[in-house]
């Protein structure tokens, strides 16, 4: 009972944050929605988590913790590539400016 309490006050503080997040403009639609469903599963997953057996059943996974271990590596993997793509085009986009501001500075002299 006490850790559904805590799994509630902590989701509901995490839904908090991704909507000023939103509001705010720090983050796109599909961010807003991704964290909402993550937020949600596990709010499900702390209250009902015999939800979790049932996912690895229809999964023909053996238990219910190995299906929510498996989906959060998924996860965490697709954030990673994620990030590696938005650092790729960060670089992309500095090495423009360095050249630009490079060949303003050759012009100038």
Excluded: C
Aim: aromatic fraction near 16%; charge should be negative; hydrophobic fraction near 55%.
């Amino acid at each position: 009972m006490y850790l559904q309490v805590v799994i509630a006050v902590f989701v509901l503080f995490a839904l908090s944050r991704i909507y000023l997040r939103f509001k705010e403009g720090e983050l796109s639609v599909s961010g807003f929605i991704f964290w909402l469903i993550v937020w949600l599963l596990i709010g499900v997953v702390g209250f009902w988590p015999g939800t979790t057996q049932n996912v690895a059943d229809f999964l023909g996974i053996e238990r219910g913790i190995d299906s929510v271990v498996y989906f959060s590596i998924v996860v965490i993997f697709y954030l990673i590539y994620k990030i590696f793509v938005r650092i790729e085009h960060l670089e992309r986009d500095i090495t423009k400016v360095v050249r630009d501001n490079a060949l303003d500075e050759l012009d100038n002299d």
